[in-house]
């Protein structure tokens, strides 16, 4: 029996609540939410009747029957700002508040100058959406344009003695907040400032910015610097709202072209008299280094020949030694060959007399061809056979 009752006494509270739930009025009612644009004291921040600039608050204040569940602030129709809120930051005045960075939104997805309406939406717990009336302002930034590129290397009227230089320059701009990134487009042409072309671009977004570029990289056919020519090069410098500063236009020249140094021999066969093994296979590298005083590039010819191919006296001089074993391929005397080694085939108990040289790009060579050059020819000797 008392199960009965208590069966039934369970049964009457379910009614009862489910009658209850069933009459209880749902939550149609949208939260209330108005906006309020301030400036902050940030020292960029600006409201200057309907056009803003800097960092300003979008404040949002919110009011629901129930409870306000998410507050979000947009641009324009589907553009949102910030991220959502669950909580205000004034829980007594149900204010919410949000710092938006203008130059920020600007850079990457707004147009300076143009009109945009700001607005916020509110949620309750029930999904009941509130829209504040939306505010139109004209969204700008306090832009300058980046200071003149100082150029650093060469300087102006500078000569430069190598085949090849590094342009060095710095650039800057007074706009801090936040630090703009910069594009830096480097103008770089020969015998006039007028046939300067663009040559390399680059982004840098430190401040101040040190750029550079090699004179190597020039995209052309022959990127060496010519000997007494003259270059020109300016660089232009772009910030992310396109205003653009270029700096003076620099000038120099590459100065008269040097000869090559006389080769030295990486081994002993740089004097009379070595000795060397029998080689197994009959051959020998000749091995030697070779410099150039503007750091053109290198080719060898390589003057070789036994003793009976020569006038043996107190010394044997390079022109005695006939041609170059390796062929001249032009007009400027340079060979095929850019590596500094060379092999020959030798055989035992022969003496053997050489010496290589070096040619630059250029034509230039040292000179050998006269005794008065006294440019004597290396000598090694192959060990007799047992």
């Known amino acids: 029996m008392k199960k009965t009752f208590v069966a039934i006494g369970v049964l009457m509270v379910v009614v009862v609540l489910g009658t209850f739930l069933a009459c209880s009025p749902k939550d149609v009612d949208p939260p209330q939410i108005s906006i309020e644009i301030r400036a902050t004291d940030n020292y960029e921040s600006s409201i200057d009747g309907n056009v803003i600039q800097g960092v300003v608050e979008i404040v949002a204040t919110v009011t629901d029957n129930v409870g306000v569940d998410t507050v979000r602030f947009f641009i324009g129709d589907s553009i949102q700002i910030g991220t959502h809120y669950n909580e205000p930051n004034d829980t007594v005045n149900g204010v919410y508040v949000y710092e938006w960075k203008v130059f920020e939104l600007v850079r990457d997805s707004l147009d300076i100058g143009l009109e945009y309406t700001i607005s916020a939406k509110a949620w309750d717990g029930a999904g009941n959406e509130g829209v504040s009336e939306s505010q139109t302002f004209v969204v700008t930034i306090d832009n300058q344009a980046p200071e003149s590129p100082y150029m650093m290397d060469p300087e102006d009227d500078d ?32 015998g006039s400032a007028g046939n300067m072309d663009s040559v390399y671009s680059t982004k840098k977004g430190t401040v101040p910015d040190t750029g550079n570029w090699a ?18 090069w300016k660089v232009v410098a772009t910030d992310p709202y396109g205003q653009s500063t270029e700096s003076e236009t620099y000038h120099f020249e590459r100065g008269a072209n040097g000869i090559p140094d006389y080769p030295r021999a990486s081994t002993s066969l740089d004097s009379f008299g070595a000795v060397i093994d029998i080689p197994e296979d009959g051959t020998f590298k000749l091995t030697w280094t070779s410099t150039d005083p503007n750091g053109d590039a290198l080719t060898h010819r390589v003057y070789f020949a036994s003793e009976d191919e020569v006038d043996i006296t107190d010394k044997v001089f390079v022109y005695e030694l006939g041609d170059p074993i390796n062929p001249v391929i032009d007009t400027f005397g340079r060979s095929e060959l850019a590596v500094a080694e060379y092999t020959v085939q030798v055989s035992p108990g022969v003496q053997y007399y050489w010496r290589p040289i070096s040619t630059d790009f250029w034509g230039a060579t040292p000179s050998f061809a006269a005794p008065e050059d006294n440019i004597a020819a290396w000598s090694f000797t192959v060990a007799e056979e047992d």
């Open 215 to 232: 004179t190597p990289l020039w995209d052309r056919d022959i990127t060496y610097l010519v000997p007494e020519t003259d270059y020109y």
């Open 159 to 190: 000569t430069v003695n190598l085949v090849s230089t590094m342009l060095k320059w710095q650039g800057s701009d007074a706009d801090l907040h936040p630090i703009q990134e910069l594009v830096y487009k480097v103008y770089f042409g020969e």
